[in-house]
């Protein structure tokens, strides 16, 4: 097996040396070189020919936004930045303008903590690997698109939702990982603001983040997002991302549907889990769910695709052609807990379709 090649852009001499030593420690992965900025950076690619950059944001000389707006353009490959928690904002700008995934750094220097995040960091850099030069393009022309005025099917539903439009489902349950994030406020953003039910998100991520990931979708998109909280009450028009290091189950209490999160095991693989909500979600509404698996690698998701699917609810799976990485929607069809296949920006317009009374 070909080890990949992994260049190391941080400012911080420790940090380069931490996260070499972590990445050494793997048979698949080859430390080629480590550089302090994105200048340095830029002149070392011919030389050092990487197959994936890790990137710190903050830098002097060129930062991190301006090395990866360069790369994307230049020689787009993948990029896992490695950012401190007092950047949390910055990692979904860097995310939007095209690095596949994050890593967050310990709070401390000299913490012995960093030594924890080695399976996540060779997980994730073995991961993105298989993310195309090619495919972050696609992805590049996605995200264009996606500031792009609503659609006429939109404003049709605006137009039937002033009509007092009934609608067929009760909730609708999104699971994501790699990837996610752009993923999902490309479809949150093509949504109107009446949207005519409840939207449940689980987005693989750390504590802390999550906060900032629906604050930042709650600014650019018409809906209203908000990062969940237990006792939180399902409302039409409004978006819960499930917390970081949580997961989340929908309760029903004397005639209430609520929230209720419980903090992950260590156990847990996946956090926060979409099998979690979706199975609880279909538990609680039957045959009014409609569940949505994107882009992430591994398997959650399909178990509470099946249940849904088993319930009469209504399944959809982002296609390969938008997927960055094809991982979970390719097990959940494999396990035939798929009703239709769609490329990313069809699916808020198949959200809306299915949403409305027939």
């Given at each position: 097996m070909k080890r990949v090649r992994v260049m190391i852009v941080d400012d911080s001499a420790f940090y380069r040396q931490a996260i070499a030593n972590i990445l050494r420690s793997s048979d698949h992965l080859e430390v080629v070189g480590s550089v302090a900025n994105g200048s340095e950076a830029i002149k070392s690619l011919p030389l050092l020919k990487p197959d994936v950059i890790t990137l710190d944001l903050d830098m002097p000389n060129m930062d991190g936004f301006t090395f990866l707006r360069w790369l994307m353009v230049n020689q787009p490959m993948p990029v896992l930045v490695i950012s401190s928690h007092s950047e949390n904002n910055n990692v979904f700008r860097a995310l939007e303008m095209g690095a596949v995934d994050f890593v967050a750094k310990t709070t401390e220097k000299a913490s012995l903590d960093f030594l924890r995040l080695r399976d996540e960091l060779v997980s994730k850099i073995e991961t993105i690997t298989m993310v195309t030069g090619e495919k972050l393009r696609d992805l590049r022309r996605i995200?264009?698109?996606?500031?792009?005025?609503?659609?006429?099917?939109?404003?049709?539903?605006?137009?039937?939702?002033?009509?007092?439009?009934?609608?067929?489902?009760?909730?609708?349950?999104?699971?994501?990982?790699?990837?996610?994030?752009?993923?999902?406020?490309?479809?949150?953003?093509?949504?109107?603001?009446?949207?005519?039910?409840?939207?449940?998100?689980?987005q693989h991520m750390p504590a802390r983040f999550t906060h900032h990931f629906a604050e930042r979708l709650n600014h650019v998109t018409k809906v209203e997002v908000k990062e969940a909280q237990s006792g939180d009450v399902l409302k039409t028009g409004r978006v819960l991302i499930?917390?970081?290091?949580?997961?989340?189950?929908?309760?029903?209490?004397?005639?209430?549907?609520?929230?209720?999160?419980?903090?992950?095991?260590?156990?847990?693989?996946?956090?926060?889990?979409?099998?979690?909500?979706?199975?609880?979600?279909?538990?609680?509404?039957?045959?009014?769910?409609?569940?949505?698996?994107?882009?992430?690698?591994?398997?959650?998701?399909?178990?509470?695709?099946?249940?849904?699917?088993?319930?009469?609810?209504?399944?959809?799976?982002?296609?390969?052609?938008?997927?960055?990485?094809?991982?979970?929607?390719?097990?959940?069809?494999?396990?035939?807990?798929?009703?239709?296949?769609?490329?990313?920006?069809?699916?808020?317009?198949?959200?809306?379709?299915?949403?409305?009374?027939?």
């Amino acid at each position: 097996m070909k080890r990949v090649r992994v260049m190391i852009v941080d400012d911080s001499a420790f940090y380069r040396q931490a996260i070499a030593n972590i990445l050494r420690s793997s048979d698949h992965l080859e430390v080629v070189g480590s550089v302090a900025n994105g200048s340095e950076a830029i002149k070392s690619l011919p030389l050092l020919k990487p197959d994936v950059i890790t990137l710190d944001l903050d830098m002097p000389n060129m930062d991190g936004f301006t090395f990866l707006r360069w790369l994307m353009v230049n020689q787009p490959m993948p990029v896992l930045v490695i950012s401190s928690h007092s950047e949390n904002n910055n990692v979904f700008r860097a995310l939007e303008m095209g690095a596949v995934d994050f890593v967050a750094k310990t709070t401390e220097k000299a913490s012995l903590d960093f030594l924890r995040l080695r399976d996540e960091l060779v997980s994730k850099i073995e991961t993105i690997t298989m993310v195309t030069g090619e495919k972050l393009r696609d992805l590049r022309r996605i995200a264009a698109k996606t500031d792009m005025a609503t659609t006429s099917s939109l404003k049709g539903h605006s137009e039937q939702k002033n009509r007092k439009a009934k609608t067929k489902l009760d909730i609708v349950v999104i699971g994501a990982s790699t990837g996610g994030p752009p993923a999902i406020q490309a479809i949150l953003s093509r949504l109107p603001q009446n949207f005519l039910v409840p939207i449940v998100i689980a987005q693989h991520m750390p504590a802390r983040f999550t906060h900032h990931f629906a604050e930042r979708l709650n600014h650019v998109t018409k809906v209203e997002v908000k990062e969940a909280q237990s006792g939180d009450v399902l409302k039409t028009g409004r978006v819960l991302i499930c917390p970081g290091g949580h997961h989340l189950y929908l309760k029903m209490v004397g005639k209430k549907i609520l929230i209720h999160t419980e903090l992950r095991r260590e156990s847990d693989k996946y956090v926060p889990s979409v099998d979690a909500l979706m199975t609880s979600a279909a538990d609680v509404f039957k045959s009014k769910v409609l569940g949505v698996l994107l882009t992430g690698m591994g398997n959650d998701g399909k178990l509470g695709m099946k249940k849904i699917k088993e319930r009469g609810g209504i399944t959809i799976a982002e296609s390969e052609e938008t997927a960055v990485i094809f991982g979970m929607p390719k097990e959940a069809i494999l396990a035939g807990a798929v009703d239709k296949i769609l490329p990313l920006l069809a699916i808020a317009d198949e959200m809306i379709h299915q949403c409305l009374a027939s």
